[in-house]
Every structure is written in structure tokens, then in C-alpha cells.
């Protein structure tokens, strides 16, 4: 009893773990987005991004620290100072005519009116910048995946009905062959029949590579292991139409183009503030120390130490109509990126009310497509049975096989449209969960 037992919980645990190992099978779009996203460079740019602007800020802090120099000099002039021959008291003087001279000199900024500060924000803003732009390619990288998927799941549901199809017109064949067995049909009817097999033999070596290339493509693009035995979750269509935005900026409100507008407005905005701090007053302290002939005193003839130290100011009198165009010119791509905006938010308006009218119109239709499936696979039933009847020919049955076929696959091609169609608005729309 004891071993009937433990072989029965040993059957319950190895089942137990084949379905979970099923289940782990299965893909779901959000994960392939999130691994498609996770493993891309464009995420390692993102936190590049940043370093970069730490770096920037290192530099622009720099300039608070003293700026020291080490200077010499040696010279030779052809002449001195010499006075004349008729001054009233006798001053002779026999300078040298080569001079030496070697200093270190120091500069510390003490207000230089807020340049710094603005650069800091120019950086912080300049990675804003880069990091919105690289969202927007993030979201076109999920759209590959979206596409990607979509085509895997239509191909997989143009496999199935292959294979059904396929089914069908096998054991239709079995029962030409028992009719030519009994002397009720001929050998045209089978060779007709095992010709159009083959064909759909053929169609699903095509599928099947079709699909396997697309699934390399999208293990590419995950570094997910997707192969032709991996279950892809078809995701699901909220019932009813989406509401329609009231503006074209409630429509695309979630799209990462419109934060790349924003951040470029305000670097534009940062500029101007940085060119009006350059035109601002600066004071610093300079320093300088040293030894050399002539010392400050230049009537000494030997070599002497020198030091002096005191306060700059520095007032900019030139480059205000530099600063003039460079904000005009700011102000003119700032009126650009305006433009940008409202021409990216109607072409956004006009894309989604493509897609609701192109959501409601598959609703309308894959409603329909399982009554014309099972009124065509009807048909086909009674085709078979004049068939094998004698009534029609293998011609006439194949063409009605031939409508079911067409119906199956357009039911499945419809239904995955519609999935792709409400993956489209949300994509738009800056939606994707």
C-alpha cells in the first residue's frame, strides 16, 4: 500500500512539474517588450547619459578651483631708460638690457554671476534631452517586438488550420481510395485530391519557415529562446471601442515625443539664462609671486623677489549683440519644436481615429467569421457526401475544400488583425502594458 502510494504522489509530482514547465513556456507580449527593452543599448545609453552629465558637471566645477600658473620669461631689448644729458641733477642710471623673469600665478573666482550654476543646469538639461530621445527609439524598438510577435502568432494560426486542413483532406482520400476499391470512383478524383494535399504540404513548409525566421528574430531582439514549440499568449482585446480624446494632446498625451518637445523647450529656455549670466559682472582674486631682474623695481639692477595681489573685476562691454542673435536664434527653434508638436499631435489624432474606425470595422467582421467558418465547412460536409455520391465532381469538392480554407484562415488573419489593430492605438497612444 505504502509503495501504491508514494508511486502515485511520485505520478502527481512529475505531472505537476511538466505543467509548470508548460506554463514557464509561455510568452507573453509584456515580458518580451520588457527583455527586448532590458537587454537593448539603448537602456545602457540612458545610464551613460547620466555619467556624461556627471563628467560635464566635474569640468564646470573646476572653475572654482584657484587657477595657478607657472610663468618665465627671458628677453633682451635694444634700449633703457636713459635720461637726458640736461637735467639739473646728475642721475646716472646702467640698467641691464636682458631680463629674466619667472612667477607663479593665481586666480580664484569669487562671482562670476551664476555662469556655472547655469552650465549645471545646461548639462542636466542636455541629458534630459538625450534620455527623452532615447525613449522615443525605446518605443519603437517595442513596436518591433509588437510586430514581430503578431506576425508569429498569425503564422502559428495559419499552421493550425494547415494542419486541420490537412487532416480533413487525408481521410478524405482514404474514403476515394475505398470507393475505388469497390469500383464507385476513379483514379482522378484520388490524384486530384493527394495534388492539392501536397500543395498544403508545401504551404506549411513555408509557414514553418516563416515562422522559425521570425522567431530568431525575436529571440534576437529578447534574448528570450523562442523556437517553433514556444507558446505565445495571444494578448487580450478590451470589449468595445476605445473612447475618442477630446485634443489631439489628450490623444498622444503618453508618447515620449512629447517629453522630447518639452526637454528641448527647456534647454532652449537654460540658454538664454546662461547667455545673461556671461554678460554679468565678474570679481576674482589674482596673486602673483616670483623672482627675476628687474624686480618691481625696475632701477635695481639685480635680481629681486617679486610679489603682488589684489581684486579683478571683470565687465563685459563686447559680445551683448553676440548674446542678441544667439537668443533670437533660440527663440526661432524654439517656435520650430512648437511646430513640431502640433503637427506630431495631429498626425498622432489622425492615426488613432484610424485605428478606433479600423477596431470597430474587425469587430464587425470576426463577429461574422464564425457563422461563415461553420456555413462553409457545412457546405464542404455535403459536398463530400454528393462527392462520394456520384453527383458533383472531385472539382466541384475541391473548390468548396478550397472556401473552407479560405474562410478558416481569414476568421484566424481577422482575429489577430483586431489584436494588432488595439496594439497600434495603444502604441500611439504612448500605451504599452
Not at 77 to 106: C, M, W
Not at 203 to 220: D, I
Not at 366 to 381: K, N, Y
Given at each position: 500500500?505504502?509503495?501504491?502510494?508514494?508511486?502515485?504522489?511520485?505520478?502527481?509530482?512529475?505531472?505537476?512539474?511538466?505543467?509548470?514547465?508548460?506554463?514557464?513556456?509561455?510568452?507573453?507580449?509584456?515580458?518580451?517588450?520588457?527583455?527586448?527593452?532590458?537587454?537593448?543599448?539603448?537602456?545602457?545609453?540612458?545610464?551613460?547619459?547620466?555619467?556624461?552629465?556627471?563628467?560635464?558637471?566635474?569640468?564646470?566645477?573646476?572653475?572654482?578651483?584657484?587657477?595657478?600658473?607657472?610663468?618665465?620669461?627671458?628677453?633682451?631689448?635694444?634700449?633703457?631708460?636713459?635720461?637726458?644729458?640736461?637735467?639739473?641733477?646728475?642721475?646716472?642710471?646702467?640698467?641691464?638690457?636682458?631680463?629674466?623673469?619667472?612667477?607663479?600665478?593665481?586666480?580664484?573666482?569669487?562671482?562670476?554671476?551664476?555662469?556655472?550654476?547655469?552650465?549645471?543646469?545646461?548639462?542636466?538639461?542636455?541629458?534630459?534631452?538625450?534620455?527623452?530621445?532615447?525613449?522615443?527609439?525605446?518605443?519603437?524598438?517595442?513596436?518591433?517586438?509588437?510586430?514581430?510577435?503578431?506576425?508569429?502568432?498569425?503564422?502559428?494560426?495559419?499552421?493550425?488550420?494547415?494542419?486541420?486542413?490537412?487532416?480533413?483532406?487525408?481521410?478524405?482520400?482514404?474514403?476515394?481510395?475505398t470507393q475505388m476499391a469497390n469500383g464507385t470512383a476513379t483514379g482522378a478524383a484520388q490524384a486530384a485530391?493527394?495534388?492539392?494535399?501536397?500543395?498544403?504540404?508545401?504551404?506549411?513548409?513555408?509557414?514553418?519557415?516563416?515562422?522559425?525566421?521570425?522567431?530568431?528574430?525575436?529571440?534576437?531582439?529578447?534574448?528570450?529562446?523562442?523556437?517553433?514549440?514556444?507558446?505565445?499568449?495571444?494578448?487580450?482585446?478590451?470589449?468595445?471601442?476605445?473612447?475618442?480624446?477630446?485634443?489631439?494632446?489628450?490623444?498622444?498625451?503618453?508618447?515620449?515625443?512629447?517629453?522630447?518637445?518639452?526637454?528641448?523647450?527647456?534647454?532652449?529656455?537654460?540658454?538664454?539664462?546662461?547667455?545673461?549670466?556671461?554678460?554679468?559682472?565678474?570679481?576674482?582674486?589674482?596673486?602673483?609671486?616670483?623672482?627675476?631682474?628687474?624686480?618691481?623695481?625696475?632701477?635695481?639692477?639685480?635680481?629681486?623677489?617679486?610679489?603682488?595681489?589684489?581684486?579683478?573685476?571683470?565687465?563685459?562691454?563686447?559680445?551683448?549683440?553676440?548674446?542678441?542673435?544667439?537668443?533670437?536664434?533660440?527663440?526661432?527653434?524654439?517656435?520650430?519644436?512648437?511646430?513640431?508638436?502640433?503637427?506630431?499631435?495631429?498626425?498622432?489624432?489622425?492615426?488613432?481615429?484610424?485605428?478606433?474606425?479600423?477596431?470597430?470595422?474587425?469587430?464587425?467582421?470576426?463577429?461574422?467569421?464564425?457563422?461563415?467558418?461553420?456555413?462553409?465547412?457545412?457546405?464542404?460536409?455535403?459536398?463530400?457526401?454528393?462527392?462520394?455520391?456520384?453527383?458533383?465532381?472531385?472539382?466541384?469538392?475541391?473548390?468548396?475544400?478550397?472556401?473552407?480554407?479560405?474562410?478558416?484562415?481569414?476568421?484566424?488573419?481577422?482575429?489577430?488583425?483586431?489584436?494588432?489593430?488595439?496594439?497600434?492605438?495603444?502604441?500611439?497612444?504612448?500605451?504599452?502594458?
Amino acid at each position: 500500500m505504502t509503495k501504491r502510494l508514494f508511486f502515485a504522489l511520485f505520478l502527481l509530482s512529475v505531472a505537476g512539474g511538466s505543467v509548470a514547465a508548460q506554463e514557464a513556456s509561455v510568452l507573453t507580449l509584456q515580458q518580451c517588450r520588457e527583455a527586448a527593452v532590458s537587454r537593448s543599448p539603448l537602456t545602457e545609453r540612458q545610464g551613460l547619459a547620466a555619467e556624461k552629465r556627471q563628467a560635464r558637471d566635474r569640468v564646470t566645477g573646476a572653475g572654482w578651483i584657484p587657477q595657478i600658473d607657472i610663468n618665465a620669461q627671458a628677453s633682451y631689448q635694444n634700449e633703457t631708460v636713459r635720461f637726458p644729458g640736461d637735467l639739473p641733477i646728475p642721475i646716472s642710471l646702467d640698467l641691464p638690457k636682458d631680463q629674466y623673469k619667472a612667477t607663479v600665478d593665481l586666480n580664484q573666482v569669487i562671482y562670476d554671476g551664476g555662469s556655472m550654476r547655469k552650465t549645471r543646469q545646461i548639462n542636466a538639461a542636455t541629458e534630459e534631452v538625450e534620455t527623452a530621445s532615447l525613449a522615443v527609439q525605446l518605443d519603437r524598438l517595442r513596436d518591433r517586438v509588437n510586430d514581430t510577435y503578431v506576425r508569429i502568432l498569425l503564422t502559428d494560426r495559419q499552421l493550425k488550420v494547415n494542419g486541420l486542413m490537412q487532416q480533413t483532406l487525408a481521410s478524405d482520400i482514404k474514403s476515394v481510395e475505398t470507393q475505388m476499391a469497390n469500383g464507385t470512383a476513379t483514379g482522378a478524383a484520388q490524384a486530384a485530391l493527394t495534388a492539392r494535399l501536397l500543395e498544403l504540404r508545401q504551404q506549411e513548409a513555408e509557414l514553418r519557415g516563416t515562422k522559425t525566421a521570425l522567431g530568431e528574430a525575436l529571440s534576437v531582439l529578447t534574448g528570450l529562446t523562442v523556437t517553433d514549440g514556444t507558446a505565445l499568449q495571444v494578448p487580450k482585446v478590451p470589449v468595445g471601442l476605445p473612447e475618442a480624446a477630446a485634443t489631439g494632446e489628450d490623444v498622444a498625451g503618453g508618447r515620449t515625443e512629447l517629453q522630447l518637445y518639452e526637454r528641448q523647450q527647456e534647454q532652449l529656455e537654460i540658454q538664454d539664462k546662461l547667455l545673461n549670466s556671461k554678460a554679468i559682472p565678474k570679481i576674482s582674486l589674482f596673486a602673483s609671486g616670483g623672482y627675476g631682474r628687474p624686480g618691481y623695481n625696475f632701477l635695481d639692477r639685480d635680481f629681486a623677489l617679486m610679489a603682488i595681489g589684489g581684486v579683478r573685476l571683470n565687465v563685459p562691454l563686447t559680445g551683448w549683440e553676440t548674446a542678441r542673435r544667439e537668443k533670437q536664434a533660440n527663440r526661432i527653434a524654439s517656435r520650430d519644436i512648437d511646430e513640431q508638436r502640433r503637427d506630431f499631435e495631429r498626425n498622432v489624432s489622425i492615426e488613432v481615429a484610424q485605428y478606433r474606425t479600423e477596431i470597430e470595422r474587425l469587430r464587425q467582421v470576426t463577429a461574422l467569421d464564425a457563422q461563415i467558418v461553420a456555413a462553409r465547412t457545412a457546405v464542404r460536409e455535403r459536398s463530400l457526401a454528393q462527392f462520394k455520391g456520384g453527383i458533383i465532381t472531385h472539382s466541384d469538392y475541391l473548390t468548396e475544400f478550397n472556401n473552407e480554407v479560405a474562410a478558416r484562415i481569414n476568421a484566424e488573419t481577422n482575429a489577430l488583425r483586431l489584436v494588432q489593430a488595439w496594439l497600434g492605438y495603444e502604441a500611439a497612444r504612448g500605451i504599452y502594458k
